[in-house]
Protein backbone atom coordinates (compact mmCIF):
# COMPACT_ATOMS: atom_id res chain seq x y z
CA UNK A 1 0.00 0.00 0.00
CA UNK A 2 1.40 3.27 -0.96
CA UNK A 3 1.98 5.93 1.12
CA UNK A 4 -1.04 8.39 -0.02
CA UNK A 5 -3.23 5.34 0.17
CA UNK A 6 -2.26 4.61 3.63
CA UNK A 7 -3.00 7.85 4.63
CA UNK A 8 -5.80 8.00 3.11
CA UNK A 9 -7.32 5.04 5.04
CA UNK A 10 -6.08 5.81 8.49
CA UNK A 11 -7.87 9.60 7.98
CA UNK A 12 -11.11 7.33 7.14
CA UNK A 13 -9.98 5.02 10.38
CA UNK A 14 -9.57 7.25 12.57
CA UNK A 15 -12.67 9.65 11.59
CA UNK A 16 -15.27 6.63 11.86
CA UNK A 17 -13.65 6.20 15.11
CA UNK A 18 -13.91 9.42 16.42
CA UNK A 19 -17.52 8.86 15.67
CA UNK A 20 -17.94 6.53 17.26
CA UNK A 21 -16.73 7.31 20.29
CA UNK A 22 -18.32 10.35 20.13
CA UNK A 23 -21.40 9.24 19.73
CA UNK A 24 -20.74 6.84 22.11
CA UNK A 25 -20.05 8.93 25.25
CA UNK A 26 -23.29 11.03 23.91
CA UNK A 27 -25.61 8.52 24.05
CA UNK A 28 -23.68 6.92 27.06
CA UNK A 29 -23.84 9.82 28.68
CA UNK A 30 -27.57 11.33 28.44
CA UNK A 31 -28.78 7.53 29.71
CA UNK A 32 -25.97 8.11 32.53
CA UNK A 33 -27.43 11.74 33.54
CA UNK A 34 -31.19 9.86 33.62
CA UNK A 35 -29.97 7.08 35.56
CA UNK A 36 -27.88 9.18 38.14
CA UNK A 37 -30.84 11.07 38.44
CA UNK A 38 -33.40 8.46 38.87
CA UNK A 39 -30.86 6.23 41.23
CA UNK A 40 -29.49 5.93 44.60
CA UNK A 41 -25.77 6.31 45.59
CA UNK A 42 -26.60 2.60 46.93
CA UNK A 43 -27.74 1.39 43.84
CA UNK A 44 -24.55 2.67 42.16
CA UNK A 45 -22.32 1.02 44.87
CA UNK A 46 -23.89 -2.40 44.29
CA UNK A 47 -23.20 -2.16 40.43
CA UNK A 48 -19.73 -0.94 41.09
CA UNK A 49 -18.98 -3.99 42.96
CA UNK A 50 -19.90 -6.21 40.32
CA UNK A 51 -17.75 -4.10 37.66
CA UNK A 52 -14.80 -5.51 39.18
CA UNK A 53 -15.97 -8.94 38.43
CA UNK A 54 -16.99 -8.54 35.08
CA UNK A 55 -14.04 -6.42 34.00
CA UNK A 56 -11.70 -9.72 35.23
CA UNK A 57 -13.66 -12.17 33.64
CA UNK A 58 -13.81 -10.18 30.03
CA UNK A 59 -10.03 -10.23 30.27
CA UNK A 60 -9.55 -13.91 30.88
CA UNK A 61 -12.37 -14.34 27.98
CA UNK A 62 -9.62 -12.66 25.62
CA UNK A 63 -6.64 -13.82 27.33
CA UNK A 64 -4.55 -10.77 25.29
CA UNK A 65 -5.27 -12.71 21.59
CA UNK A 66 -7.26 -10.16 20.71
CA UNK A 67 -4.84 -7.30 20.64
CA UNK A 68 -2.04 -10.53 19.10
CA UNK A 69 -3.99 -10.53 16.14
CA UNK A 70 -4.41 -6.70 15.85
CA UNK A 71 -0.57 -6.52 15.88
CA UNK A 72 0.10 -9.74 13.98
CA UNK A 73 1.07 -8.38 10.03
CA UNK A 74 -0.91 -11.11 8.69
CA UNK A 75 -3.54 -13.41 10.25
CA UNK A 76 -4.90 -16.05 8.14
CA UNK A 77 -8.19 -17.74 8.97
CA UNK A 78 -7.27 -20.67 11.34
CA UNK A 79 -5.91 -17.65 13.32
CA UNK A 80 -9.03 -16.33 13.98
CA UNK A 81 -11.02 -19.32 13.92
CA UNK A 82 -8.58 -20.72 16.59
CA UNK A 83 -9.10 -17.19 18.96
CA UNK A 84 -12.79 -17.35 18.35
CA UNK A 85 -13.19 -20.73 19.49
CA UNK A 86 -10.29 -20.50 22.36
CA UNK A 87 -12.50 -17.41 23.36
CA UNK A 88 -15.64 -19.17 23.32
CA UNK A 89 -14.54 -21.98 25.44
CA UNK A 90 -12.91 -19.83 28.30
CA UNK A 91 -16.29 -17.68 28.52
CA UNK A 92 -18.39 -20.55 29.35
CA UNK A 93 -15.80 -21.97 31.67
CA UNK A 94 -15.89 -18.47 33.48
CA UNK A 95 -18.88 -17.61 34.16
CA UNK A 96 -19.63 -21.23 34.98
CA UNK A 97 -17.55 -20.11 38.06
CA UNK A 98 -18.92 -17.13 38.79
CA UNK A 99 -22.32 -18.32 38.95
CA UNK A 100 -21.82 -20.97 41.37
CA UNK A 101 -19.72 -18.16 43.54
CA UNK A 102 -22.35 -15.66 43.57
CA UNK A 103 -23.22 -16.08 46.95
CA UNK A 104 -19.71 -15.70 48.24
CA UNK A 105 -19.41 -11.98 46.40
CA UNK A 106 -22.48 -11.73 48.35
CA UNK A 107 -21.69 -12.61 51.50
CA UNK A 108 -18.34 -10.97 51.02
CA UNK A 109 -20.06 -7.59 50.45
CA UNK A 110 -22.94 -8.40 52.81
CA UNK A 111 -25.43 -7.90 50.47
CA UNK A 112 -27.86 -10.56 49.30
CA UNK A 113 -28.96 -9.11 46.15
CA UNK A 114 -26.10 -9.88 44.81
CA UNK A 115 -26.53 -13.16 43.92
CA UNK A 116 -29.62 -12.63 41.63
CA UNK A 117 -27.59 -9.38 40.00
CA UNK A 118 -24.43 -11.12 39.34
CA UNK A 119 -25.35 -14.13 37.72
CA UNK A 120 -27.16 -11.86 35.28
CA UNK A 121 -24.45 -9.21 35.46
CA UNK A 122 -21.94 -12.10 34.33
CA UNK A 123 -23.94 -13.05 30.98
CA UNK A 124 -22.33 -9.79 29.37
CA UNK A 125 -18.83 -10.95 29.35
CA UNK A 126 -20.20 -14.04 27.28
CA UNK A 127 -22.15 -12.10 25.12
CA UNK A 128 -18.64 -9.45 24.56
CA UNK A 129 -16.54 -12.45 23.72
CA UNK A 130 -18.91 -13.85 20.98
CA UNK A 131 -17.66 -10.35 19.22
CA UNK A 132 -13.89 -9.99 19.73
CA UNK A 133 -12.63 -11.52 16.95
CA UNK A 134 -15.39 -9.86 14.66
CA UNK A 135 -14.32 -6.51 16.33
CA UNK A 136 -10.38 -7.40 15.71
CA UNK A 137 -11.20 -8.55 11.74
CA UNK A 138 -12.58 -5.24 10.87
CA UNK A 139 -9.84 -3.40 12.99
CA UNK A 140 -7.18 -4.86 11.46
CA UNK A 141 -8.53 -4.44 7.93
CA UNK A 142 -9.16 -0.08 8.85
CA UNK A 143 -12.66 -1.20 8.34
CA UNK A 144 -14.52 0.19 11.80
CA UNK A 145 -17.93 2.09 10.10
CA UNK A 146 -20.10 -1.02 11.46
CA UNK A 147 -18.16 -1.40 14.48
CA UNK A 148 -19.37 2.61 15.14
CA UNK A 149 -23.07 1.73 13.94
CA UNK A 150 -22.96 -1.64 15.97
CA UNK A 151 -22.15 0.77 19.38
CA UNK A 152 -25.23 3.47 18.08
CA UNK A 153 -27.47 0.99 17.74
CA UNK A 154 -26.77 -1.14 20.68
CA UNK A 155 -26.36 1.76 23.06
CA UNK A 156 -29.59 3.74 21.87
CA UNK A 157 -31.63 0.58 22.21
CA UNK A 158 -30.03 -0.64 25.98
CA UNK A 159 -30.49 3.19 26.89
CA UNK A 160 -33.74 2.74 26.27
CA UNK A 161 -34.09 -0.55 28.71
CA UNK A 162 -31.97 0.87 31.16
CA UNK A 163 -34.02 4.24 31.23
CA UNK A 164 -37.32 1.98 31.18
CA UNK A 165 -36.66 0.05 34.01
CA UNK A 166 -35.34 3.03 36.32
CA UNK A 167 -38.66 5.00 35.80
CA UNK A 168 -40.19 1.76 37.15
CA UNK A 169 -38.62 1.28 40.12
CA UNK A 170 -36.58 -1.57 39.24
CA UNK A 171 -33.55 0.41 40.85
CA UNK A 172 -29.96 -0.92 40.60
CA UNK A 173 -31.40 -3.82 38.33
CA UNK A 174 -31.98 -1.36 35.39
CA UNK A 175 -28.33 -0.93 35.22
CA UNK A 176 -27.65 -4.66 34.92
CA UNK A 177 -30.68 -5.40 32.34
CA UNK A 178 -29.17 -2.29 30.82
CA UNK A 179 -25.51 -4.05 31.02
CA UNK A 180 -26.82 -7.19 29.33
CA UNK A 181 -28.89 -5.61 26.39
CA UNK A 182 -25.58 -3.54 25.39
CA UNK A 183 -23.48 -6.46 24.89
CA UNK A 184 -26.08 -8.90 23.47
CA UNK A 185 -26.96 -6.25 20.70
CA UNK A 186 -23.29 -5.24 19.91
CA UNK A 187 -22.64 -8.59 19.11
CA UNK A 188 -25.37 -9.49 16.77
CA UNK A 189 -24.70 -6.37 14.84
CA UNK A 190 -21.31 -7.42 14.09
CA UNK A 191 -22.30 -10.60 13.32
CA UNK A 192 -25.31 -9.48 10.77
CA UNK A 193 -22.77 -7.24 9.37
CA UNK A 194 -19.63 -9.29 9.39
CA UNK A 195 -19.77 -11.18 6.97
CA UNK A 196 -17.25 -14.24 8.42
CA UNK A 197 -18.11 -17.36 10.18
CA UNK A 198 -15.39 -19.41 12.05
CA UNK A 199 -14.09 -22.53 10.93
CA UNK A 200 -14.58 -25.62 12.54
CA UNK A 201 -10.39 -25.67 13.42
CA UNK A 202 -8.29 -25.00 16.43
CA UNK A 203 -4.97 -25.02 15.01
CA UNK A 204 -2.03 -25.50 17.75
CA UNK A 205 0.26 -23.56 15.18
CA UNK A 206 -1.88 -20.39 15.53
CA UNK A 207 -1.85 -19.99 18.83
CA UNK A 208 2.17 -20.94 19.03
CA UNK A 209 2.45 -17.77 16.54
CA UNK A 210 0.40 -15.60 19.04
CA UNK A 211 0.89 -17.04 22.40
CA UNK A 212 4.48 -14.63 22.75
CA UNK A 213 2.49 -11.06 22.28
CA UNK A 214 -0.80 -12.69 23.87
CA UNK A 215 0.48 -13.81 26.96
CA UNK A 216 2.39 -10.43 27.26
CA UNK A 217 -0.42 -8.33 26.29
CA UNK A 218 -2.96 -10.91 28.95
CA UNK A 219 -0.56 -10.43 32.05
CA UNK A 220 0.00 -6.07 31.21
CA UNK A 221 -3.50 -6.51 30.68
CA UNK A 222 -4.42 -8.68 33.77
CA UNK A 223 -2.25 -6.15 36.58
CA UNK A 224 -3.79 -3.18 34.75
CA UNK A 225 -7.42 -4.12 35.32
CA UNK A 226 -6.59 -5.17 38.60
CA UNK A 227 -4.93 -1.73 39.54
CA UNK A 228 -7.59 -0.01 37.74
CA UNK A 229 -10.50 -2.18 39.76
CA UNK A 230 -8.92 -2.33 42.83
CA UNK A 231 -9.88 1.15 44.37
CA UNK A 232 -14.00 0.14 43.71
CA UNK A 233 -13.01 -3.23 45.69
CA UNK A 234 -11.42 -1.65 48.46
CA UNK A 235 -14.06 0.74 48.54
CA UNK A 236 -17.09 -0.84 48.80
CA UNK A 237 -15.27 -3.50 51.01
CA UNK A 238 -14.26 -1.54 54.05
CA UNK A 239 -15.77 2.49 53.12
CA UNK A 240 -19.30 2.04 51.95
CA UNK A 241 -21.50 1.07 48.94
CA UNK A 242 -22.57 5.08 49.16
CA UNK A 243 -19.09 5.74 49.05
CA UNK A 244 -18.28 3.47 46.34
CA UNK A 245 -21.35 4.65 44.29
CA UNK A 246 -20.12 8.88 44.78
CA UNK A 247 -15.92 7.03 43.62
CA UNK A 248 -17.94 5.54 40.68
CA UNK A 249 -19.96 8.51 39.35
CA UNK A 250 -16.53 10.53 39.62
CA UNK A 251 -14.74 7.54 37.39
CA UNK A 252 -17.23 6.74 35.06
CA UNK A 253 -17.39 10.58 33.98
CA UNK A 254 -14.15 11.38 34.06
CA UNK A 255 -12.94 8.18 32.02
CA UNK A 256 -15.67 9.03 29.51
CA UNK A 257 -12.69 11.62 28.26
CA UNK A 258 -9.52 9.69 28.90
CA UNK A 259 -10.99 6.24 27.47
CA UNK A 260 -12.27 7.61 24.09
CA UNK A 261 -9.15 8.96 23.66
CA UNK A 262 -7.12 5.90 23.99
CA UNK A 263 -8.98 3.62 22.47
CA UNK A 264 -9.37 6.17 19.10
CA UNK A 265 -5.40 6.10 19.19
CA UNK A 266 -5.10 2.41 19.82
CA UNK A 267 -7.64 1.38 17.32
CA UNK A 268 -6.53 4.06 14.55
CA UNK A 269 -3.02 3.86 15.00
CA UNK A 270 -1.49 0.39 15.96
CA UNK A 271 -2.44 -1.38 12.66
CA UNK A 272 -0.95 1.78 10.95
CA UNK A 273 2.35 1.85 12.85
CA UNK A 274 2.53 -2.48 13.16
CA UNK A 275 2.13 -1.92 9.03
CA UNK A 276 5.70 0.48 8.85
CA UNK A 277 7.77 -1.75 12.21
CA UNK A 278 10.41 -2.54 10.06
CA UNK A 279 11.64 0.91 8.55
CA UNK A 280 12.77 2.74 11.63
CA UNK A 281 12.82 6.23 10.00
CA UNK A 282 8.70 6.03 8.86
CA UNK A 283 8.11 4.63 12.58
CA UNK A 284 10.08 7.50 14.03
CA UNK A 285 8.04 9.53 11.43
CA UNK A 286 4.28 8.42 12.49
CA UNK A 287 5.45 7.96 16.37
CA UNK A 288 5.79 12.06 16.78
CA UNK A 289 3.09 12.71 14.76
CA UNK A 290 0.53 10.50 16.49
CA UNK A 291 2.55 11.98 19.49
CA UNK A 292 1.87 15.45 19.10
CA UNK A 293 -2.04 14.68 17.75
CA UNK A 294 -2.80 12.71 20.88
CA UNK A 295 -1.47 15.77 22.76
CA UNK A 296 -3.68 18.28 21.04
CA UNK A 297 -7.03 15.87 21.43
CA UNK A 298 -6.40 15.31 25.07
CA UNK A 299 -4.36 17.61 26.96
CA UNK A 300 -6.02 20.78 26.37
CA UNK A 301 -9.43 19.21 26.67
CA UNK A 302 -9.26 17.23 29.88
CA UNK A 303 -7.65 20.12 31.40
CA UNK A 304 -10.82 22.45 30.91
CA UNK A 305 -12.97 19.36 31.38
CA UNK A 306 -11.32 18.94 34.71
CA UNK A 307 -11.80 23.00 35.44
CA UNK A 308 -15.45 23.20 34.34
CA UNK A 309 -16.00 19.83 36.82
CA UNK A 310 -18.08 22.27 38.97
CA UNK A 311 -20.47 23.63 36.04
CA UNK A 312 -20.78 20.06 34.87
CA UNK A 313 -22.14 18.06 37.77
CA UNK A 314 -24.68 21.50 38.74
CA UNK A 315 -25.91 21.29 35.01
CA UNK A 316 -26.71 17.24 35.09
CA UNK A 317 -27.56 15.99 39.04
CA UNK A 318 -27.93 19.72 40.43
CA UNK A 319 -26.40 19.38 44.22
CA UNK A 320 -26.84 15.18 44.16
CA UNK A 321 -23.45 14.18 43.21
CA UNK A 322 -21.56 17.19 44.88
CA UNK A 323 -19.20 14.89 47.15
CA UNK A 324 -18.20 13.81 43.49
CA UNK A 325 -16.92 17.19 42.16
CA UNK A 326 -12.97 16.87 43.63
CA UNK A 327 -13.16 13.22 42.50
CA UNK A 328 -13.53 13.94 39.24
CA UNK A 329 -11.77 17.29 38.39
CA UNK A 330 -8.58 15.08 39.62
CA UNK A 331 -9.50 12.14 38.33
CA UNK A 332 -9.65 14.07 34.37
CA UNK A 333 -6.36 15.24 35.06
CA UNK A 334 -4.96 11.52 35.68
CA UNK A 335 -7.02 10.55 32.67
CA UNK A 336 -4.01 12.67 30.70
CA UNK A 337 -0.97 10.75 31.85
CA UNK A 338 -3.27 7.45 31.38
CA UNK A 339 -3.91 8.22 27.33
CA UNK A 340 0.08 8.90 27.54
CA UNK A 341 1.03 5.63 29.33
CA UNK A 342 -1.15 3.69 26.68
CA UNK A 343 -0.37 5.76 23.80
CA UNK A 344 3.70 4.59 24.52
CA UNK A 345 2.77 1.23 25.23
CA UNK A 346 1.11 0.58 21.91
CA UNK A 347 4.45 2.23 20.20
CA UNK A 348 6.34 -0.75 22.07
CA UNK A 349 3.24 -3.00 20.99
CA UNK A 350 3.50 -2.43 17.08
CA UNK A 351 7.30 -3.10 17.68
CA UNK A 352 6.04 -6.67 19.15
CA UNK A 353 7.77 -5.98 22.05
CA UNK A 354 5.39 -7.79 24.70
CA UNK A 355 7.96 -8.01 27.29
CA UNK A 356 8.48 -4.22 27.86
CA UNK A 357 4.42 -3.68 28.03
CA UNK A 358 4.75 -5.77 31.15
CA UNK A 359 7.42 -4.05 32.10
CA UNK A 360 5.17 -1.17 31.92
CA UNK A 361 2.49 -2.75 33.57
CA UNK A 362 4.90 -3.90 36.64
CA UNK A 363 5.74 -0.16 37.12
CA UNK A 364 2.30 1.27 36.64
CA UNK A 365 1.03 -1.43 39.55
CA UNK A 366 3.95 -1.11 41.79
CA UNK A 367 3.65 2.85 42.07
CA UNK A 368 -0.47 2.31 42.41
CA UNK A 369 -0.07 -0.20 45.23
CA UNK A 370 2.66 2.09 47.19
CA UNK A 371 0.02 4.94 46.82
CA UNK A 372 -2.96 2.94 47.84
CA UNK A 373 -1.14 1.99 50.81
CA UNK A 374 -0.01 5.18 51.91
CA UNK A 375 -3.34 6.68 51.56
CA UNK A 376 -6.43 4.33 52.19
CA UNK A 377 -5.98 4.54 55.92
CA UNK A 378 -6.99 8.03 55.68
CA UNK A 379 -10.50 6.83 55.11
CA UNK A 380 -11.10 10.07 53.02
CA UNK A 381 -11.81 9.46 49.17
CA UNK A 382 -10.02 12.37 48.36
CA UNK A 383 -6.69 11.55 49.55
CA UNK A 384 -7.17 8.11 47.76
CA UNK A 385 -7.52 10.14 44.25
CA UNK A 386 -4.35 12.40 45.05
CA UNK A 387 -2.92 9.23 45.47
CA UNK A 388 -3.49 7.85 42.01
CA UNK A 389 -2.38 10.94 40.94
CA UNK A 390 0.96 10.94 42.18
CA UNK A 391 1.32 6.90 40.81
CA UNK A 392 0.47 7.79 37.49
CA UNK A 393 2.75 10.59 37.17
CA UNK A 394 5.09 8.31 38.47
CA UNK A 395 4.01 6.02 35.77
CA UNK A 396 3.66 8.11 33.27
CA UNK A 397 7.79 9.31 33.70
CA UNK A 398 9.09 5.36 33.57
CA UNK A 399 6.97 4.63 30.57
CA UNK A 400 8.66 7.31 28.54
CA UNK A 401 11.80 6.15 29.75
CA UNK A 402 11.18 2.86 28.67
CA UNK A 403 9.28 3.41 25.40
CA UNK A 404 12.11 6.21 24.46
CA UNK A 405 15.00 3.01 25.28
CA UNK A 406 12.82 0.27 23.10
CA UNK A 407 11.82 2.81 19.87
CA UNK A 408 15.03 4.86 19.68
CA UNK A 409 12.46 8.08 19.99
CA UNK A 410 14.33 10.47 22.08
CA UNK A 411 12.92 11.65 25.80
CA UNK A 412 13.82 14.93 24.69
CA UNK A 413 11.12 14.65 21.81
CA UNK A 414 8.44 13.26 24.10
CA UNK A 415 8.95 16.28 26.23
CA UNK A 416 8.66 18.94 23.23
CA UNK A 417 5.95 16.99 21.96
CA UNK A 418 4.08 18.18 24.99
CA UNK A 419 5.13 21.18 26.01
CA UNK A 420 2.75 23.67 23.87
CA UNK A 421 0.05 21.39 24.53
CA UNK A 422 0.52 21.85 28.37
CA UNK A 423 0.93 25.52 27.87
CA UNK A 424 -2.00 25.95 26.26
CA UNK A 425 -3.86 23.35 29.02
CA UNK A 426 -2.72 26.29 31.72
CA UNK A 427 -3.52 29.38 30.18
CA UNK A 428 -7.00 27.84 29.26
CA UNK A 429 -7.63 26.99 32.60
CA UNK A 430 -6.64 29.82 34.28
CA UNK A 431 -8.82 31.62 31.95
CA UNK A 432 -11.57 29.43 33.49
CA UNK A 433 -10.97 29.85 36.87
CA UNK A 434 -10.71 33.54 36.53
CA UNK A 435 -13.76 34.22 34.25
CA UNK A 436 -17.20 35.41 36.48
CA UNK A 437 -19.81 33.62 36.31
CA UNK A 438 -23.57 33.54 37.53
CA UNK A 439 -24.44 32.69 40.81
CA UNK A 440 -27.72 31.35 42.46
CA UNK A 441 -29.65 28.13 43.15
CA UNK A 442 -28.15 25.06 41.91
CA UNK A 443 -29.85 22.41 43.94
CA UNK A 444 -31.85 20.77 41.05
CA UNK A 445 -30.75 19.49 37.86
CA UNK A 446 -30.34 21.99 34.54
CA UNK A 447 -30.84 24.73 36.12
CA UNK A 448 -30.48 27.72 34.61
CA UNK A 449 -27.33 29.15 36.24
CA UNK A 450 -25.27 26.40 36.47
CA UNK A 451 -26.10 26.09 32.52
CA UNK A 452 -24.84 29.67 32.00
CA UNK A 453 -22.01 28.87 34.12
CA UNK A 454 -21.07 25.70 32.01
CA UNK A 455 -21.29 27.52 28.99
CA UNK A 456 -19.28 30.62 30.02
CA UNK A 457 -16.15 28.42 31.24
CA UNK A 458 -16.68 25.83 28.75
CA UNK A 459 -16.05 28.80 25.60
CA UNK A 460 -13.64 30.70 27.05
CA UNK A 461 -11.56 27.54 27.91
CA UNK A 462 -11.84 26.17 24.79
CA UNK A 463 -10.96 30.05 22.93
CA UNK A 464 -7.79 30.36 25.41
CA UNK A 465 -6.34 26.93 24.50
CA UNK A 466 -6.87 27.75 20.79
CA UNK A 467 -5.65 31.53 21.03
CA UNK A 468 -2.73 30.32 22.70
CA UNK A 469 -1.49 27.29 20.33
CA UNK A 470 -2.43 29.71 17.50
CA UNK A 471 0.15 32.19 19.21
CA UNK A 472 3.18 29.70 19.36
CA UNK A 473 2.08 28.73 15.69
CA UNK A 474 1.38 24.72 16.42
CA UNK A 475 1.07 23.08 13.17
CA UNK A 476 -1.29 20.25 14.51
CA UNK A 477 -3.95 22.69 14.86
CA UNK A 478 -3.51 23.73 11.22
CA UNK A 479 -3.81 20.17 10.27
CA UNK A 480 -6.79 19.32 12.22
CA UNK A 481 -8.47 22.37 11.05
CA UNK A 482 -7.53 21.21 7.28
CA UNK A 483 -8.76 17.02 8.36
CA UNK A 484 -11.79 18.56 9.66
CA UNK A 485 -12.66 20.42 6.68
CA UNK A 486 -11.54 17.12 4.11
CA UNK A 487 -8.46 18.61 2.67
Known amino acids: MGDSALKSRTASTLKWNSIDRIATQVLYGVSGIFLANLLSKEDFGLVGVLAVFQAFAILFVDSGFGSALLQKKQPDEDDYSTVFWFNLAVSIAVYAVLFFCAPAIARFFGNEQ ?50 WLALAGFGAWAIVWQSVALAAIKSAWLWLTGRWCPRFVFSRRSIRDIRHIGLSVFISQFFNTLFLNIYQFVIG ?15 KWSKMG ?24 TFHRYMQRIDRFAALLAIPALTVLAACGGAVFHSLFGTKWDMAVPLFQLLCLRGIGVVFISLYSNFMMSLGKGREIVVVEIVKDATTAVAL ?39 SGFLRDLCPFLSAA ?62
Open 237 to 251: KWYSLVQLGVYSQAD
Open 258 to 281: SASLSQILTSSFVPLLAGVQDDRA
Open 373 to 411: LATVFSLSLDVLVWGQVAATAATWIATALLASRTTGYPL
Open 114 to 163: LVAMSRVMFLTFVLTGLGIVQTNRMMKRMDVKQIAIADLIALSLSAAVGI
Open 426 to 487: AVAALAVWLVPVPSGDVSAPFNLVSLASLAIEGVVGVVAALLMLKLMGVAELKEFRRYLTKR
